[in-house]
């Protein structure tokens, strides 16, 4: 499948950088639905990892809000499944769906990535400065709850980017 060798063909190129001599970074690639319903997938990141022999560690998967919400039980146990591989997990464009900050936190994601509507207008709207400033805490988890950090896909303008380094978002 086309989503197989998407990510093969990520842990490929993240391995030839690394030859090349530059630093092991992640590597980001969007999951999709048909993913998510591929009994196979699973077992199939799997293979393809230790086959490339990457670090997980190196590898990540970004999910939108639709994705996390198919089937939403069998998101979350799909995702831990996912998770328990080594790889990071990212909410995609969050805030763009419906999904709750109820079920976010169901959810074992490292980083939420907030869509660029949120701060388009971050330096001069208070209401878009406060939203991508700080980690999303786990109430439930109390002060050594999980963290969530919050990333911004796309900052459109260089102020804003700024403002974003300022309060460690990007």
Not at 10 to 20: F, I, K, S, T, V
Not at 48 to 77: C, H, N, Q, W
Not at 120 to 131: E, F, G, L, N
Request: glycine fraction near 8%.
């Amino acid at each position: 499948p086309l989503g197989n060798w998407v990510v093969q063909e990520a842990c490929r190129q993240n391995l030839a950088w690394q030859a090349a001599g530059l630093p092991p970074l992640p590597i980001a690639v969007n999951l999709s639905v048909a993913q998510l319903k591929n009994r196979h997938f699973l077992g199939d990141m799997g293979r393809l990892l230790r086959e490339s022999r990457l670090d997980p560690k190196l590898l990540e998967f970004e999910v939108t809000e639709s994705v996390a919400m198919v089937g939403r039980d069998d998101a979350i146990a799909w995702l831990r499944a996912l998770k328990n591989v080594g790889v990071g997990l990212t909410v995609d464009n969050f805030g763009t769906g419906c999904l709750s900050l109820s079920f976010l936190k169901r959810l074992p994601i490292d980083k939420i990535q907030i869509d660029k509507a949120f701060v388009r207008d971050i330096t001069s709207d208070p209401d878009d400065a406060a939203a991508p400033t700080g980690p999303v805490v786990d109430p439930g988890q109390g002060a050594a709850g999980c963290r969530r950090r919050p990333v911004v896909g796309a900052a459109p303008a260089r102020r804003d980017h700024r403002f974003l380094e300022r309060h460690r978002s990007t």
